[in-house]
């Protein structure tokens, strides 16, 4: 949980001015434990602004994530149509 002092805005508009190293020391700092080493830098900004966020508001729900689940094998088996 992030502290009491800390706006979840104020950190996540900060990520931009970090290297690499300094989101794994934020990911340490706010979220604990290693930040996944193969994650290039704007992913891994943007994995941990998203967790951030879901700490701090709630993440998604148990029936958007099942939707999101059961849909990812059925869309991937059909070509884009433009």
Avoid: C, T
């Avoid at 934020?26 to 941990?48: D, F, I, K, N, Y």
């Amino acid at each position: 949980m992030l502290p009491l002092d800390a706006s979840v805005v104020s950190i996540m508009a900060s990520l931009d001015g970090h290297d690499l190293n300094g989101l794994r020391r934020q990911w340490r700092a706010h979220l604990g434990g290693e930040a996944p080493a193969h994650l290039p830098r704007w992913h891994l900004m943007r994995v941990l602004a998203y967790r951030l966020q879901a700490d701090a508001f709630g993440g998604l729900d148990k029936l958007i994530q099942r939707i999101l689940r059961s849909n990812k094998d059925e869309d991937a088996a059909v070509r884009f149509d433009r």
